[in-house]
């Protein structure tokens, strides 16, 4: 039984999100810190080799580290996109079928952030709006390519169709979010940093060091207890998109009485009606 499938307001949709983080908090957390846990690794070690005095080799090591931390960001994201789907639908969730569920739509998800993410940026260096235009128009193109499949093309015309006349609500729920986990972040990260000073470390290259290493141990807690809010929004937006504009969850509803609810969340209006 589906019990959220109707149309939210802006203050529901937040309290949504919060609802789900809150209550599959381990599940979350645990799909986020799984790939960050390489990147940790690998952030830990180019500190290393700063603290050996090792300055080319910590260089190669941040930029090796700065590749992995954005492929880990958006796996995670595809795994994510997946559990909150389940969780919205009342269907039980684990990390590991989240992650098994994702599996085929990560290289994709990869693609396509990078595809939107270098679009956006062109965007905001022509005078900022059309950087935001788009950013907030494609702003669905994640969850599209991972419940419905498709490339950059189809699924940023589709995140544009599901998102016209909401952009207002979608650009303040980003807003929030984002500032909410710059603010976490760096709470976080403030606090890790003490040790730096309270150790009394003398030298550039051990205090950079050390400051390095517990950077990464911030970035590592924080993107793991404030990363999937953003991602749990959107999904939800998404979800409430397709309610608001194709119907969905009366779909959805004679789907599941028809034997074929899994089917139906995963694919488009048109789709289900073909």
């Not at 603290?51 to 796996?75: D, K, N, P, R, T």
């Not at 669905?140 to 498709?150: D, F, H, K, R």
């Not at 899994?262 to 488009?268: G, L, R």
Request: aromatic fraction near 6%.
């Amino acid at each position: 039984m589906v019990t959220v499938l109707r149309p939210l307001s802006t203050s529901e949709l937040l309290d949504r999100t919060f609802h789900l983080y809150r209550n599959n908090f381990l599940v979350f957390v645990g799909i986020a810190a799984i790939p960050q846990l390489a990147v940790l690794a690998l952030q830990l070690g180019s500190a290393a080799l700063l603290f050996a005095g090792s300055w080319a080799g910590f260089g190669v090591g941040a930029v090796v580290a700065g590749l992995a931390s954005y492929i880990a960001v958006e796996i995670s994201q595809a795994a994510t996109v997946m559990a909150v789907s389940n969780l919205h639908l009342e269907r039980p969730t684990t990390i590991g079928t989240a992650y098994a569920a994702a599996k085929g739509s990560m290289g994709r998800v990869i693609g396509i952030s990078l595809g939107v993410g270098i679009a956006v940026g062109i965007g905001l260096l022509l005078l900022i709006v059309p950087g935001i235009y788009l950013a907030l128009a494609w702003s669905l193109a994640i969850p599209v390519t991972v419940l419905e499949g498709g490339g950059l093309n189809v699924s940023t015309t589709r995140s544009k169709a599901l998102s016209k006349g909401s952009f207002g609500r979608i650009f303040v729920v980003y807003i929030l979010i984002v500032v909410l986990t710059l603010i976490m972040g760096m709470i976080i990260e403030f606090a890790l940093l003490i040790p730096v000073r309270v150790l009394g470390l003398h030298g550039a290259g051990p205090v950079q060091a050390a400051t390095h290493a517990l950077q990464a141990v911030g970035n590592f807690v924080s993107t793991c207890l404030v990363g999937p809010l953003l991602t749990i929004a959107i999904t939800l937006i998404y979800y409430d998109q397709r309610v608001r504009k194709e119907g969905f969850d009366v779909q959805l509803m004679m789907s599941t009485l028809e034997g074929g609810g899994q089917a139906a969340a995963a694919a488009p209006a048109g789709a289900i009606g073909a």
